[in-house]
């Protein structure tokens, strides 16, 4: 039993250590692009506050938040909101629209402490992308 | 009534009482194009916030509690007219009305919130938006803080911006000539009514804030044309709005004549956009025409457009045009119309501020048409211009009233000086001055004439004058032009000239004749205008000689320098120049370096400098010198000369007295032969065709006779182990073969053996000939003459006991010898024969001594010889069987009886003398030598001792010739001739 447990503290902190990096890599990334594995984002929209989400990109690089928002804006429109396990001055938010079109996502990660920030969008063929820029040209203050 | 049905009553009417006090609610929603599809919702009334990244990047994920805004009607009403103003141009429902809002698609709307709630947003800001979510499906809210921001103007401006941000555009920013950001927010230009800002800049004090096209925050090269972004496809679906009015005569809103007036109004909604209205006159008629756009006060409080007014007629003529410049409404004031139809043509234009990019909004066109009615005739008239300058022209136009048929006009002063049609034009006046206009009209029945006097002011222009008059440029030179007379001036063109607007400019860079002009405008506006031409001349060059800068001049030569090109020169400094004003100079310099410029000035009076650092060396003035490959020599033989003289000689002629040849021409005459000894001058001329140089150098060749060497031996043969003598003669010092049975004797010019056996000595005698002349050409000063010598000593083996001397010593006595000897036993002596010597060499018998009992002998030589320094003595003994043996040779110096203390030897002398004297005490002596005319040649002071001491002297430096020696020991002290050869 108490082997049992050990194992498991031993996976969550492997776990949570292993998203850490993956999040603060995200950051540093030199990708300007970097794709969401599909499938994976309708799911954690089913997260509840407080509850430790990951997103999955399809080079591997994995995104965990802790959400701290998840609120349906408009019927068929919600937007899920999280502060990142790998840096705590990083927030995400994720809108999930079920329009004529088709589901579409979008969103932002924004640090707090660095200019670096991610946009997400939906492409034409329905891939949602992180893609790289600056916190200017996302959130204009003034 | 019950009290309840009455409290329900009370309590409704009291709501309503709330609520109409409340005024805002109650207030009917603005739309600024209701029905669109596109909304920007101005929310004022307060809003909770959630599902946005305002929510969970900056509350924790929680709703964002948005508190009213407060505004009252008219601030809402300010704000909204203002941003409607802004977004006039697109498909765009500015809305106060949340429904409309929240029918419009999430992709195509956008909640402005007007809020003072800001404590959540951790920056400090007047508005904050995410870009580009206008046309997306979240953060559909951006906040303008109104406690921010003081006014519900300022509120409007940011609400545009922010609202601008969602639409995609970023800011509009201000960098410098480097191109470097000076300022986040481009704050516009100029003030006042045309004060102008870009929307996506910073405008709160400017009065139009425009879409515009300047440069965005990330690049002063990349320009953001706003226009173009707010209709851009990630707003899904934005447009400019369907144009209201036709742009042209054929597609002209007709105007609608409600009494004598019309009105109307319409939007110019881009920048080509031309609204045209059409109006028809029945009869000839005034019109009044006023284009007002929208504005939120007096003076176009935030109008957007600055409108341009043109007045055609049916065929398109331009009747009238008002684009004011400082202000954005236009007019046309009584404009006398026959019947007809006529146009009026609105858009939007530029000003001092603004290009016209952005002069987009709505206008109102109202307008009174009044009939001309019969007037009394009345001459009247007004001038294009009243205050003209000299040569400039006006239009005249009637302005009379009634129905004037003919016209006759009077220009004082003006060409033509008259004229006769209705509205004459360019009417020039040539002259300053003040003149009056006169017209005079008739109807068919009355006349009427005004005149206008001092009407027109004919202004003088102003007279410009250019210093330098004849201005030029020498190659790559500067000229400076400065012009006067006037207060502002325009130089052209502007090619070569460092500036353009300032009286003072500077040609550069010219590479031919210029003409520039300068218009200069005066006080009252008239501009004046002068040429001047600016000559090009190349650049002078100079050439100079030599052309290197540093130029090396021999010491007291003259060394041409020269420099041409020119046409006048100076030189400076002048030191050691020959002239400072012409092109060819020449330099002498004693001593040391100096620089000096040369500056040319050719005809067109262009000067250049070039430059020589001319330095004084010795090197080769001309003078004459030989060089001779040995100056002292043994005769007979041959020397080599050469000339070593400086300078260029081209001629030599040689003499070379007591030598063969005698004389030579050459430059260098070879080998010449002397064959006597004797002291040699040799003379140079050499000649440079120019200059000559004689030098005669006195001594140059001291030659001396080969010495001979002579060896005698007194006693030949000599028993075996007997001592003798050889003695040398014919040189100054002897070079001896070595061999065991020498003995060196302390004589160098005699020499004791003991030869075992017969043995053959041989000898190498010198003479050393130094030329100490003082000259340094010659290779070799000094020689040794040598001859070798040998002398064969036979040894016989003897068989009586050799004599034995104990001691022999002669010593002067007075003034005699006195000669001592003892023998160790005389029994087998014969004979005694004391000889004497004056050489040392050649004994001769002084005198025969008897055998006496006693071994010990004495013998006094009183037979002295004048003069003679030194005796030699030896005793010659026969022995028993006739061999013969000697005594060792006693020396013995003589004083002299004049100078006792004193003997100097050889005399005459060659290089080295023996001074021989004596010193009564410990002290010192000096000696010099003077020659004859009195002259000291040598000197020398030293340490004596008591006694009798040696000092010898190489006079070797003394030229040959007849000298005074003077020696002074202690207190005596002699002077006496003495002969160098």
New interface residues.
């Given amino acids: 039993m108490t082997k049992t447990l050990l194992s498991i503290a031993f996976a969550l902190f492997f776990f949570s250590a292993s998203a850490q990096i993956q999040d603060q890599d995200l950051l540093k990334t030199d990708k300007h692009e970097i794709a969401i594995k599909p499938g994976k984002l309708v799911n954690i929209f089913n997260a509840k506050?407080g509850e430790l989400v990951k997103l999955e990109c399809v080079d591997g690089t994995t995104i965990s938040f802790t959400?701290?928002?998840?609120?349906?804006?408009?019927e068929l429109?919600?937007?899920?909101?999280?502060k990142l396990e790998g840096n705590k001055e990083t927030?995400?938010?994720l809108?999930q629209?079920d329009?004529k079109q088709g589901i579409?996502y979008?969103?932002?990660i924004?640090s707090?402490k660095s200019n670096i920030a991610f946009k997400i969008f939906t492409a034409k063929e329905g891939t949602v992308y992180l893609q790289k820029t600056t916190k200017d040209?996302?959130?204009?203050?003034? | 009534m019950t009290f309840n049905c009455f409290m329900k009553t009370y309590l409704r009417f009291l709501f309503l009482i709330v609520f109409f006090i409340s005024g805002r609610l109650l207030a009917q929603p603005y739309n600024s194009l209701p029905g669109a599809q596109h909304v920007i919702f101005l929310d004022f009334d307060g809003y909770t916030v959630t599902g946005t990244s305002w929510n969970s990047s900056y509350n924790g994920g929680n709703p964002i509690v948005c508190a009213a805004s407060g505004y009252t009607d008219a601030q809402v009403s300010t704000v909204f007219n203002m941003m409607a103003e802004d977004y006039r141009p697109f498909n765009i429902n500015i809305t106060t009305d949340e429904n409309v809002y929240n029918a419009a698609s999430i992709q195509q709307r956008m909640r402005v919130l007007f809020t003072p709630t800001k404590n959540w947003y951790p920056q400090s800001a007047g508005g904050v938006a995410y870009l580009s979510t206008f046309g997306s499906v979240s953060n559909k809210v951006c906040f303008i803080f109104t406690s921010a921001l003081g006014n519900a103007s300022n509120a409007g401006e940011a609400g545009s911006h922010e609202a601008g941000h969602t639409l995609t555009l970023q800011h509009h920013s201000e960098f410098n000539a480097l191109c470097e950001k000076t300022n986040e927010y481009n704050s516009g230009t100029g003030s006042g009514e045309t004060g102008w800002a870009p929307i996506m800049g910073v405008g709160y004090t400017k009065n139009m804030t425009l879409w515009s096209d300047v440069a965005s925050n990330f690049s002063c090269t990349y320009m953001q044309d706003d226009l173009a972004g707010i209709t851009s496809a990630p707003n899904n679906g934005v447009a400019y709005r369907a144009d209201d009015h036709g742009n042209d005569i054929s597609s002209a809103t007709p105007l609608v004549l409600m009494g004598n007036a019309f009105s109307d109004s319409g939007i110019i909604g881009t920048n080509t956009d031309v609204d045209v209205f059409h109006i028809t006159l029945a009869t000839k008629s005034y019109i009044n025409i006023q284009v007002n756009p929208w504005n939120w006060g007096s003076p176009n409080t935030k109008a957007n457009l600055d409108v341009s007014l043109v007045v055609k007629n049916s065929t398109g003529q331009i009747m009238r045009t008002h684009e004011p410049l400082n202000v954005l409404n236009a007019w046309v004031n009584n404009l006398l119309l026959e019947p007809g139809d006529y146009y009026f043509q609105i858009k939007g234009t530029a000003n001092a501020n603004q290009s016209g990019y952005g002069s987009l909004g709505k206008y109102y066109i109202t307008g009174l048409v009044t009939a001309a009615l019969p007037m009394p005739l009345a001459a009247s008239l007004v001038a294009s211009d009243t205050v003209i300058c000299k040569g400039a022209s006006i239009d005249f136009f009637d302005q009379s009233e009634g129905s004037p048929s003919s016209w006759t006009w009077t220009f004082t002063g003006g060409t033509p000086a008259t004229s006769n049609v209705q509205n004459p034009v360019n009417i020039m006046y040539a002259n300053a001055g003040t003149y009056a206009v006169k017209l005079t009209v008739f109807d068919g029945l009355t006349n009427s004439s005004r005149t206008y006097n001092n009407y027109i002011r004919v202004n003088n222009l102003p007279t410009l004058n250019i210093v330098p008059s004849n201005p030029y440029i020498c190659g790559n030179n500067t000229t400076t032009l400065m012009a006067t007379g006037a207060l502002s001036y325009q130089w052209s063109p502007a090619g070569g000239l460092i500036n353009t607007n300032l009286p003072r400019t500077t040609v550069n860079g010219i590479s031919e004749n210029t003409t520039y002009t300068v218009l200069g405008t005066d006080v009252n506006g008239c501009t004046g205008s002068k040429e001047v031409t600016v000559q090009y001349f190349p650049p002078l060059q100079l050439i100079k000689s030599p052309a290197t800068e540093r130029v090396i001049v021999c010491r007291y030569d003259s060394t041409e320098l020269s420099v041409s090109g020119a046409e006048n020169y100076t030189w400076s400094p002048g030191t050691g120049l020959s002239n400072t004003n012409t092109g060819n100079v020449k330099v002498r310099l004693d001593e040391g370096s100096r620089f000096y410029t040369v500056t040319g000035t050719d005809a067109n009076g262009c000067s250049a400098s070039v430059y020589f650092s001319v330095l004084a060396r010795a090197c080769d003035s001309l003078a004459a010198n030989v060089f001779v490959d040995s100056s002292a020599i043994c005769t007979p033989t041959c020397v080599m000369f050469t000339d070593s003289s400086t300078g260029h000689p081209t001629s030599w002629h040689w003499s070379f007295p007591g030598g063969t040849p005698a004389t030579s021409s050459l430059q260098n005459p070879g080998l010449v032969c002397y064959t006597a000894p004797g002291s040699y001058d040799v003379s140079l001329t050499v000649s440079d065709g120019v200059d000559f140089s004689t030098r005669v150098f006195p001594g140059l060749i001291v030659a001396a006779d080969m010495p001979v060497v002579t060896m005698t031996a007194p006693v030949i043969p000599l028993c075996k182990g007997d001592t003798s003598g050889i003695k040398l003669n014919g040189a100054q010092y002897y070079m001896w073969s070595f061999d065991p049975s020498l003995i060196f004797p302390a004589f160098p010019d005699s020499i004791r053996i003991i030869p075992q056996d017969t043995t053959t000595y041989y000898v190498k005698g010198f003479i050393n000939v130094f030329n100490n002349n003082g000259y340094n050409n010659s290779g070799n000063s000094f020689v040794q003459c040598s001859d070798t010598e040998s002398i064969r000593i036979n040894v016989v083996n003897c068989s009586t006991v050799p004599l034995k001397i104990l001691y022999f010593t002669a010593v002067q006595n007075g003034e005699a010898v006195l000669t001592q000897w003892k023998f160790a036993e005389q029994e087998s002596v014969n004979d005694i024969v004391l000889e004497r010597s004056l050489d040392g060499i050649h004994f001769e018998t002084l005198q025969q001594v008897m055998k006496s009992q006693n071994d010990s002998y004495h013998w006094v030589d009183k037979k002295m010889i004048a003069g003679t320094p030194i005796y030699y003595y030896r005793l010659r003994c026969q022995l028993e069987g006739g061999r013969m043996i000697y005594s060792d040779i006693e020396k013995v110096r003589i004083q002299n009886k004049n100078n006792p203390w004193v003997s100097i030897r050889p005399n005459p002398v060659i290089n080295i003398m023996e001074l021989g004297f004596i010193a009564d005490k410990n002290g010192q002596a000096s000696l010099s030598i003077h020659d004859m005319p009195g002259k000291l040649m040598y000197k020398e002071t030293f340490e004596t001792i008591k006694g009798y001491q040696d000092k010898k002297m190489n006079l070797s430096s003394l030229l040959p010739g007849v000298y005074l020696l003077h020696l002074q020991v202690g207190e005596k002290q002699i002077t006496q001739k003495i002969i160098r050869l």
């Fill in positions: 506050k959400v701290n928002m998840n609120v349906w804006n408009q429109v919600r937007t899920l909101g999280g927030f995400i938010t809108t629209a329009l579409i979008e969103g932002n924004i707090h040209n996302i959130l204009v203050t003034d």
